[in-house]
């Protein structure tokens, strides 16, 4: 298999609120929630770099499309890592992502590694890493 990685999509409680933390908090860009007309389809889609996109989809949907049965989310399954070039940057993105309505659940702080990072949690509980990597300069 060829890594052809296109999107990444996120079972949500409520599409609208998550729309809203993605496109008012964190300033990500989209045309909206599309689908509507389709019963579970509404989904909006967020265009990310090199034609990477984020689908933030209702959980209940995605169970439903998929086959699985709904269960409890876990914020342990996946996390999101978000590089910037700076400590400074990663303070400033911590800091957009927590008033946007985002869970900080480590502040961000030295890493074993040379670097610089911390983790939120958007309001589904989906985990994301900001982090400076020196090495990934």
């Not at 860009?29 to 990477?52: C, D, K, M, R, Y």
């Amino acid at each position: 298999m060829e890594p052809r990685i296109t999107l990444i999509t996120l079972g949500v409680d409520d599409l609208e609120r998550a729309v809203r933390f993605y496109r008012d908090g964190l300033g990500f860009t989209t045309p909206g929630i599309i689908g509507t007309e389709f019963e579970n389809g509404a989904v909006a889609f967020f265009a990310l770099q090199s034609g990477l996109k984020l689908a933030l989809w209702p959980r209940n949907s995605l169970s439903v499309d998929s086959g699985l049965p709904l269960q409890a989310p876990s914020a342990l399954e996946i996390s999101i890592g978000h590089n910037v070039s700076s400590q400074q940057e990663v303070d400033s993105v911590m800091q957009q992502a927590k008033q946007a309505g985002a869970t900080i659940v480590k502040a961000a702080q030295p890493t074993f590694y040379g670097g610089y990072a911390g983790y939120f949690q958007d309001p589904d509980g989906h985990l994301w890493e900001v982090a400076f990597n020196p090495g990934f300069a």
